[in-house]
């Protein structure tokens, strides 16, 4: 008898128990140096975003999957890269992981061309 009241008690407390972790923001207050820890959802001026929706990455070299899915997570907008990577390349190289039609996100992509002077310092 004292199990089924304890399992009726455990189900009724599971009801109140988010079933997701709620998020919790940090951010810096300008007034003074202490931290602001807020878990009731509102959102401080000053927050960061937690993903980097909208941010333009620039690389030197073409991305394998694993990095390229890694940015696709993040959320980034748009990817610039000056060399492809022939091996492991993501991007156009090997594989076109921007057009797959699957992902949840997709990102813009720009190969960039880097000029002669430029190529002469960065191997000399």
């Known amino acids: 008898m004292q ?3 304890f399992q009726i008690n455990h189900l009724t407390s599971c009801e109140n128990l988010p079933t997701k972790k709620q998020k919790i923001y940090i951010s810096k207050d300008e007034s003074d140096s202490d931290l602001k820890v807020c878990t009731n959802g509102s959102h401080f001026e ?3 975003p937690y993903l980097c929706t909208g941010f333009d990455i620039y690389l030197v070299w073409e991305p394998c999957t694993m990095c390229a899915m890694a940015l696709v997570h993040q959320r ?7 060399f492809p990577n022939p091996i ?5 190289s090997v594989q076109r992981l921007q057009g797959e039609k699957s992902l949840n996100h997709h990102y813009a ?8 002077d430029v190529l002469d310092n960065m191997f000399a």
């Not at 492991?88 to 156009?92: E, I, N």
């Not at 992509?109 to 002669?116: E, M």
């Open 76 to 82: 980034i907008r748009r990817i610039f890269y000056a």
């Open 46 to 48: 000053t927050e960061t």
């Open 88 to 92: 492991f390349g993501a991007l156009g």
């Open 3 to 5: 199990n089924h009241s």
């Open 109 to 116: 992509v720009f190969r960039v061309s880097l000029p002669g």
